[in-house]
Each structure stands twice: as structure tokens, then as C-alpha cells.
């Protein structure tokens, strides 16, 4: 079965370091999400993709967050400098194009910043 | 922005009890989802609602996406073990973003 699949599982780095994770989407699947789940929250969207072309960041914290899907695929988010509070579960997403169409979690990245 | 609110926050039942949960809105939503979520792994979609008043069913799990447009339920019946975890509902109002609640925590006593 087809899943959306992210690496690292687990990341602990100490805080001003930078830090990326990566996030390789269903098959076919055009929209790509990056959540952000802090313990004891609901995910919270970071930034969405459509192919190669970001279409929200609104919720981005642009001074340090960054990410990219150079070739419309795979996507890497990255935070630099990392800071204690950056400690979170970060989740990427896919989905096809078009109405109705829900988007699959990956396992995600637990991010421990010390 | 909008809020999503969960209830309950956490529930203890025996296996075997029906569980009920539900979310409301302060904004209007025209889909509704609902997710579970086991420690340490992604959210898996459990039931999608698209239409006011739409009843759904996933084997023991029902959701309804309320008349109101503004709340939704759903419904475990005859719980088991492995239906430990935190369930989710999320609502989207048109193509903006979807819209998370807190969660509730289950935990399931054999």
C-alpha cells in the first residue's frame, strides 16, 4: 500500500543548530503538507504545496522555517536556527488535485530541541 | 482564526461500551473529517462527511456531519482494545485550509 514516507523518525539537536527533514509523498499525489503537532494539539499547517509552487505559508515562521519542492516530489523543510520551543512532532501529508480529495499522514519527524 | 472545539478532552471505558465524541465550530464547515491517532505515528482518516446531515459508517465507527453545518459526531460501538488512541475531527470551510481540534483520548479497559 502506497504511504507517505518521511525521514527521520526521530531528531534530537541542540538549539541555534539547524535542522531538515524530508518528506516523500504518495505516488501521483500533487499537494503536499507540512503540519506541525505540538504534544497534547491537533496538527497545525505550516505550509502547503501545489507541484512545485507554494500556495500557503501564512503559518510559516519565515525568519527560521523553510521549505521546498524543487522538482514538484520529494520536499524538505527546514529550521535554522532551532530554537527549545521548535520541539514538536512535524507531520508531512499528500493528496491528489482536486475536490474532495483528503489528504495521507506519514509517520513523522519528532523533533527534540535541548 | 477558527477554533474547533473537542469534547470530551478524555475518556476511560470498558471494552465493550459505545464511546460518543463530538466537535463544534463557531464558523460553518462543508467537510468534516475524522482521524485517529496512535503514539508516535501520523493521523489515518478514519471517515470523510461532505453534506449537512450526512450519516457514515467505517464497520464500528459512525460519524455524522451535523444539520447545523457547525458540529459533528462520532460514535465507537462495541470498543475494543485496539481503539486506544486520540481521535481527531477537522473541518474546512471551501478550499481554505483544514482546521484540527484538540483531540480526545481514548483508553480502552479490557
Known amino acids: 500500500e502506497a504511504e507517505v514516507a518521511q525521514s527521520p523518525r526521530y531528531k534530537i539537536t541542540e538549539k541555534s543548530q539547524a535542522v531538515a527533514f524530508w518528506c516523500d509523498p504518495i505516488s501521483g499525489h500533487a499537494t503536499l503538507y507540512w503540519y506541525r503537532q505540538i504534544l497534547g494539539q491537533g496538527p497545525e499547517l505550516l505550509v502547503q504545496f501545489q507541484d512545485e509552487s507554494v500556495v500557503d505559508d501564512s503559518q510559516l515562521p519565515k525568519d527560521r522555517f523553510s521549505a521546498e519542492r524543487l522538482k514538484g516530489v520529494d520536499s524538505t523543510l527546514k529550521i535554522q536556527p532551532a530554537e527549545l520551543g521548535d520541539s514538536a512532532m512535524y507531520l508531512c501529508a499528500s493528496s491528489r488535485q482536486g475536490l474532495n480529495t483528503e489528504a495521507f499522514f506519514g509517520q513523522g519527524t519528532r523533533l527534540t530541541v535541548v | 482564526g477558527q477554533q474547533l472545539n473537542q469534547s470530551p478532552q478524555s475518556m476511560f471505558i470498558q471494552e465493550g461500551e459505545d464511546v460518543s465524541m463530538n466537535c463544534t465550530s463557531s464558523?460553518?464547515?462543508?467537510?468534516w473529517l475524522w482521524y485517529k491517532q496512535d503514539p508516535g505515528e501520523g493521523p489515518v482518516l478514519l471517515i470523510a462527511?461532505?453534506?449537512?446531515?450526512e450519516l457514515t459508517s467505517n464497520g464500528r465507527l459512525t460519524a455524522q456531519f451535523g444539520i447545523t453545518r457547525k458540529d459533528s459526531f462520532l460514535n465507537i460501538s462495541a470498543s475494543i482494545p485496539s481503539d486506544v488512541g486520540i481521535y481527531f475531527c477537522?473541518?474546512?470551510?471551501?478550499?481554505?485550509?483544514?482546521?484540527f481540534g484538540k483531540g480526545t483520548k481514548l483508553t480502552v479497559n479490557p
Open positions: 462527511l461532505y453534506k449537512a446531515g
Open positions: 477537522a473541518g474546512r470551510r471551501g478550499s481554505e485550509k483544514l482546521v
Open positions: 464558523s460553518i464547515f462543508n467537510t
